[in-house]
């Protein structure tokens, strides 16, 4: 008897741990989110969670170890949009992409933009990692533009490399602009797309560029209305 109630004494003490962490995680969240990346101090921290800053350091660590635990989370769901298999042609895996980023961020945009911000600003995003988000996204890129020439869809008078930098570029600037409340996540979907179609509409077949001047032209009233 007095082993089993050791043994529950110990889940119950590992479930209130884990609670705790998570709601420091959340708190730290919302401070980045609405007050900027500088207003997260440990002091403001284990006010709004109610904790002791010992109880940080001994369940999270120092402030750059919370800000690698907010990204982490972030970059392993966002690297499992970027490791899915996408078929079809360069419009419709564009458009899939991209519908499965916003379905991932819209119920918590608060957390991606936070987690963005932290991991930009302690530079957790540095291009040389091979698996981080940048190689990842780039990799995408290059395979989309490779599929497309392979049937056609695309010239080949234009480096897959450059144009994959650039399709790239495009989400980048536009998922910069979001994070930092210039414009909304319908803004930067359409951004996104738009910018997305017009780098592939510089190398595009006749056909296949009508396709997306076509699609630029309609997401152009989307953005002004």
Known sequence: MPTKTLARGSVTRTANKMRRKERILSCARQIIATQGYDALTLAKLASDAEVTIPTIHNLLGKKSQIIEHLVGDVVSRIGQVLSREIGGDPISVIQLFTDELMSLYTPNEALYKAAFIAGERAKLFEHQTPHGIFMRSIKLAVKVCADAKAKSYLLGEI?????????????????HDWMNNYIDLKTYKSRVLSGMFTVLAADAAPEFRERLISEIRDLTVQIHH
């Open 159 to 175: 480096e897959t490399n450059i144009l994959a930098e650039q399709l790239f570029g495009s989400q980048r600037l536009a998922r």
